[in-house]
């Protein structure tokens, strides 16, 4: 891990500011969830049930704290302060280090680039050197379902590479009896 640990607990892109979670946005955001949950239970297995506004205040609550430990570094995406999803830098292995872009959006709020602009931040912030305010990662994914055609679209806007396709390797969420494949697109620090 970067000494000191340099994880900004707010960016500021063009149009959004993106924030580390607390309990406190634990309502307004069970209510976005609950609001999305037609949207996102294709893709995310965590989204399937409504929640509580009680449950997403522990969910956030334990967000913040594995953001502190630098374990998993999430952001709310907040437009004129309102949130519109969230977004991280997930399975992150300091030994590397590598980790993991993820994201969601309030269907509402698709279509603008929102998610993309987001996602360039954070690659910014993750491959930029450690010695000039970045995480310093030598190798950044992002995955998704290969049926995930607007998700697909975010890496390919960002000039990432299509490494892999994992034939197989999750289960849809919705139907558990169904296979999917998984892409894996990868951007370096460096090109090889
Ligand atoms: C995946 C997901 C985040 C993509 O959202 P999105 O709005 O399509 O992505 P962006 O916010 O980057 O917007 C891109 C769209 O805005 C358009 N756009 C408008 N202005 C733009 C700009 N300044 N920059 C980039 N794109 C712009 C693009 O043309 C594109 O539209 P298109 O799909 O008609 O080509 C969203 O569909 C979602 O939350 N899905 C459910 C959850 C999910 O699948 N998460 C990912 C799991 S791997």
Known sequence: MPDPAPFPETLTTARLTLRVPTAEDGPAMAALVNANLEHLRP?????QMPRTPEQQQGSMARAHDKFLQGEDL????????QPIGSCGIHRIDWAVPSGDIGYWLDQRREGHGYVTETARALTELALKPAAAGG?????????CDARNLKSAAVPERL?????????RHARDPQHPEQ??????FARWPHEY
């Open 179 to 184: 296979f999917r494949d998984t892409l894996i």
């Open 159 to 167: 000039g990432f590479e299509l490494e892999a396709r994992l034939k």
């Open 135 to 143: 995480l310093g990662f030598e190798r950044l994914e992002i995955r």
């Open 74 to 81: 999430m952001y709310l995406m907040l437009l004129e302060g």
């Open 43 to 47: 893709w995310l297995p965590w989204a």
